[in-house]
């Protein structure tokens, strides 16, 4: 297996963690997505300054260091188009064609980085493309292609997370990986700050409601985000972005996989839809990607 897969694979099974996280605290504590995203802000602002606390500053140039910063507040904001789109259409009708994103990367990655696959990666993408379409949708039918409102978010959305992607990716290839994962990281927390301060009377008023627990999920949940970003920044840095980008489909499988567990187990905590179309989709959309991991492989 090559080494970037591992990491791409940690990278959605922790996003996925998270994302049942979010779920429970947004249903059951918190109201205000803005107010996690706010929050998340403060621990990945944490992890820059440790990597910068052990490896320095760096020598890199100033415009590859403003463009560092420039990309993850980008990565950031990307949430404001994306909650924009969600108010427009609930998320098993839009999140399928988030898959826009591995589409965008794939097209960024050839034009700026010359990054060509081979027939088999070409093959593993359209294989795992299509098993994230199918993961991501609740149910396929004619009515989910027509025109919506959310679409033009969707789209902005999309190229908000894609761009930035194939940036990280030519700021590591001479450069290395920490420092630009640093840097990257700062405007990410640039960008949470951002959210923050425009929505900063809800935030405040979410802070003196929250009990002990809550915080400690909260705390925890940041921390699961936090790993997960820096297993996809590592992936790209070290393989195919493209590939790396479409890998990042997979976490509806593993919110899947998770909440099936929960909903067996825990079902006062979450319950997750087990009927039988459902579970028989999720099994065709499996069967695809492991086909695609398998050609990845060859």
Request: net charge positive; charged share 10%; hydrophobic share 60%.
């Given at each position: 297996?090559?080494?970037?897969?591992?990491?791409?694979?940690?990278?959605?099974?922790?996003?996925?963690?998270?994302?049942?996280?979010?779920?429970?605290?947004?249903?059951?504590?918190?109201?205000?997505?803005?107010?996690?995203?706010?929050?998340?802000?403060?621990?990945?602002?944490?992890?820059?300054?440790?990597?910068?606390?052990?490896?320095?500053?760096?020598?890199?140039?100033?415009?590859?260091?403003?463009?560092?910063?420039?990309?993850?507040?980008?990565?950031?904001?990307?949430?404001?188009?994306?909650?924009?789109?969600?108010?427009?259409?609930?998320?098993?009708?839009?999140?399928?064609?988030?898959?826009?994103?591995?589409?965008?990367?794939?097209?960024?990655?050839?034009?700026?980085?010359?990054?060509?696959?081979?027939?088999?990666?070409?093959?593993?993408?359209?294989?795992?493309?299509?098993?994230?379409?199918?993961?991501?949708?609740?149910?396929?039918d004619a009515g989910m292609f027509r025109p919506r409102?959310?679409?033009?978010?969707?789209?902005?959305?999309?190229?908000?997370?894609?761009?930035?992607?194939?940036?990280?990716?030519?700021?590591?290839?001479?450069?290395?990986?920490?420092?630009?994962?640093?840097?990257?990281?700062?405007?990410?927390?640039?960008?949470?700050?951002?959210?923050?301060?425009?929505?900063?009377?809800?935030?405040?008023?979410?802070?003196?409601?929250?009990?002990?627990?809550?915080?400690?999920?909260?705390?925890?949940?940041?921390?699961?985000?936090?790993?997960?970003?820096?297993?996809?920044?590592?992936?790209?840095?070290?393989?195919?972005?493209?590939?790396?980008?479409?890998?990042?489909?997979?976490?509806?499988?593993?919110?899947?996989?998770?909440?099936?567990?929960?909903?067996?187990?825990?079902?006062?905590?979450?319950?997750?839809?087990?009927?039988?179309?459902?579970?028989?989709?999720?099994?065709?959309?499996?069967?695809?990607?492991?086909?695609?991991?398998?050609?990845?492989?060859?």
């Open positions: 297996m090559p080494s970037w897969l591992a990491f791409a694979l940690a990278s959605p099974a922790l996003f996925g963690a998270s994302t049942i996280i979010d779920k429970f605290l947004i249903d059951k504590r918190i109201k205000d997505p803005v107010f996690l995203t706010a929050f998340g802000g403060f621990i990945v602002l944490a992890g820059a300054a440790a990597i910068f606390a052990i490896r320095g500053f760096g020598t890199l140039p100033g415009g590859q260091i403003a463009a560092l910063i420039a990309i993850g507040i980008m990565d950031e904001i990307a949430l404001v188009p994306y909650y924009k789109a969600l108010s427009y259409d609930d998320a098993s009708s839009i999140m399928p064609f988030f898959q826009l994103v591995p589409v965008l990367v794939l097209t960024f990655s050839y034009f700026f980085l010359r990054e060509a696959l081979t027939a088999a990666q070409v093959a593993a993408f359209v294989l795992i493309l299509s098993g994230s379409f199918l993961l991501a949708a609740e149910k396929i409102k959310s679409l033009p978010w969707v789209v902005l959305t999309s190229v908000l997370w894609a761009a930035p992607a194939v940036i990280f990716k030519s700021m590591t290839v001479d450069r290395g990986f920490w420092h630009a994962a640093a840097y990257t990281l700062l405007g990410i927390a640039a960008g949470a700050f951002i959210l923050f301060a425009a929505s900063y009377r809800r935030s405040i008023a979410q802070l003196g409601v929250l009990r002990a627990d809550t915080w400690a999920a909260v705390g925890m949940n940041e921390v699961i985000y936090f790993l997960g970003q820096m297993f996809w920044f590592y992936a790209i840095a070290l393989g195919p972005v493209s590939l790396v980008s479409v890998m990042g489909g997979l976490i509806p499988l593993f919110v899947f996989l998770y909440g099936t567990a929960i909903s067996l187990w825990l079902p006062k905590i979450l319950r997750e839809d087990l009927s039988r179309g459902t579970v028989m989709l999720k099994i065709a959309a499996l069967a695809l990607v492991l086909g695609g991991v398998w050609f990845i492989n060859r």
